[in-house]
């Protein structure tokens, strides 16, 4: 119990960590440019809603339905993403990335606010799947110039790092109006899906 409240406090400390040295990597990327990638590719999860809302699905997801899933999506997603990112930077075409991205924040949220339960084997493919497509849009944004090595960490470590929000969110499922606030935000997260996905067709 005690092992499991210290990886509470130092996932809680990361990200608060990240959120006080935010404006120092604003500045950071706008003197890095384009060759500095490690900090180009941290910043770009953050700079699109339709990742972020998937990325924190996860965690929250992972949360909800519990050991193991609360380690086991989060540490799916970032390592099937790389794979896609990969993908993206060698140019390798995957047909509808886009709309694969905004499924992934409609059925995430669809599974977070109906608190859908399926094998342990099944949400991770789940999660898998839709980390192909995410990935592979982050390596296909990859700036020119930019180190493919460092710039693949830096998406991975803001990615665990959305993971973190959301499962740090996702604990008060213990109680019940934290039931209520993981299917609210689930809910957030589908309509945001249903906006992404109308978006792309217009």
């Given at each position: 119990m005690n092992n499991g409240r210290q990886m509470i406090n130092r996932v809680a400390g990361v990200v608060f960590a990240m959120v006080l040295a935010w404006p120092y990597v604003a500045w950071a990327h706008e003197r890095a440019g384009e060759s500095g990638g490690f900090l180009v590719g941290l910043l770009h999860p953050l700079s699109g809603l339709d990742h972020m809302a998937a990325m924190v699905a996860v965690g929250l997801w992972g949360a909800q339905l519990g050991p193991p899933a609360i380690w086991a999506l989060p540490v799916t997603f970032p390592i099937v993403m790389a794979f896609g990112g990969a993908l993206g930077i060698r140019g390798v075409p995957i047909p509808g990335v886009e709309m694969g991205i905004a499924l992934?924040?409609?059925?995430?949220?669809?599974?977070?606010?109906w608190e859908i339960r399926p094998?342990?084997?099944?949400?991770?493919?789940?999660?898998?799947l839709?980390?192909?497509?995410?990935g592979h849009a982050h390596?296909?944004?990859?700036?020119?110039?930019a180190d493919r090595m460092l710039y693949s960490l830096g998406f991975v470590i803001a990615t665990g790092s959305l993971h973190a929000c959301g499962i740090s969110i996702g604990l008060f499922h213990r109680w019940s109006w934290g039931r209520m606030l993981l299917r609210a935000c689930g809910g957030s997260v589908?309509?945001?899906?249903?906006?992404?996905?109308?978006?792309?067709?217009v």
């Open positions: 992934s924040a409609l059925a995430l949220g669809i599974a977070i606010l094998p342990i084997a099944v949400a991770a493919a789940l999660v898998g839709f980390a192909i497509f995410h390596g296909g944004e990859l700036p020119p110039g589908a309509l945001l899906g249903v906006y992404f996905m109308v978006s792309g067709l």
